[in-house]
């Protein structure tokens, strides 16, 4: 059986026991939402949408007669439909300990950032539960918010529909690298609440830059095809990398010290609209998100809408490295004609015209981020998915992951030869 459908009913029950114990009654629908059985890849979480007969009296509600956890809020009067998230135990790379405290608190953050959006577009938490031992399974019982994914109509839409999203996006982004971050936040990583419910600082809930660098030659030398890079003396050259080059690479980007709001996956995925008035209405799943650089977010997030800013590769097209110059320093005044499964060069225009337009923080404005984004480069290089991930090794032949293995190897050593270690 499917890892993913392994425990699927045991998922169901414990949905089920959980609502009868905040509501009463067991004649709630739950359906699995994007959730295919014979997915070979685990998922991070299981998401479901919860209908209840009714909505609940307020006797029933919780959040009416107990104190609140902290980052919840009372039910909305009236909603007899909410999303229920669960997490994956078997998720790979997550910090069981502070993932769902870490979801909870950045909700609450970017609710405040983004308080000025009329109606609201980050979801409301009701209640959740921690995914920390003993318990295993955690929760987070939260809003349903209205509308339809972008990522379904994007493409199709005509220019001027993409420029609208594309201008409510900037908007968004604008106002999380703006918003002012609460003192109990003293450090790059993730965040937690303490006893007294005040959001702090705590692990990254997955790994940042150095600290990714050495957890991933770790997992490196219990690679059986990868054996740590010690061959050919390319483990060397990584461990010299880490010891001496991030720190030469993070010296250049000039705002190195400043932290933001990061939702790590913002892209059209993520984002919901109405299709009658082209208005965003939710920005959703804040699994990764994080206090960390503004040059993050152009690491992690806007594929399918502007494009990931990616370090330095030889093997990518020459119009990735075109558009990744025009990120740095300006785009051509004629522009490049857009390639079936390539750059779309319109969008990624329109996408920069309106982040200068609301002089929002951009690879062009980062002084140093094409650095960050080269050590960024070597850590995907170091791990490479092909050869590494569960998943993938179970359905690839041995002469597949070895070929994979051997061109990753290749690419290392350019990459480091690029950086002259």
Known sequence: MNQNHANFQGRLDFIRNLLRERFGGDEARINPIQYDPESPFKYNNFVYRITLPSPPSAARNHSSHETRQPGTAPLSEGAKEFIMRLTNPDAEGMHAHTRVENEVALISLAAA??????????????????????????????????????????????????????????????????????????????????????????????????????????QADSNPYIKGWHANGVRKRLEAFVESGVPAQFKALESRDDK?????????????????????????????????HPSYEFLRSFSGAGGQFQGWSDIESSEQTALRDAKLHGFPSTLPENTEDGVKWDVAKVWEDELERLDVQRPRTIKGIEKVADVDAVIRSILPWRVTNSDVLRVQSESVILKCRDENEAQLVKLLDHLKF
């Open 113 to 218: 950032a983004l308080s000025g959006f009329k109606p609201h577009v980050v979801p409301s938490v009701y209640g959740w539960g921690s995914a920390a031992p003993p318990s295993s399974q955690g929760w987070i019982l939260q809003e349903l918010m209205p509308g339809a994914s972008v990522s379904e109509a994007f493409n199709s839409m005509p220019l001027g529909e993409k420029k609208s999203i594309l201008a409510q996006m900037a908007e968004i982004l604008k106002a999380l690298q703006n918003f002012q971050l609460p003192s109990s936040i003293e450090q790059y990583g993730g965040v937690t609440f303490d006893g007294a419910g005040q959001i702090v600082s705590t692990a990254m809930t997955s790994y940042y830059f150095r600290d990714r660098l050495e957890r991933a030659l770790q």
């Open 260 to 292: 933001a709001l990061v939702h790590a996956d913002f892209t059209p995925d993520n984002l919901l609209y109405d299709a009658s008035t082209q208005r965003i209405t939710a920005l959703i799943d804040y699994d990764f998100a994080c206090i960390l």
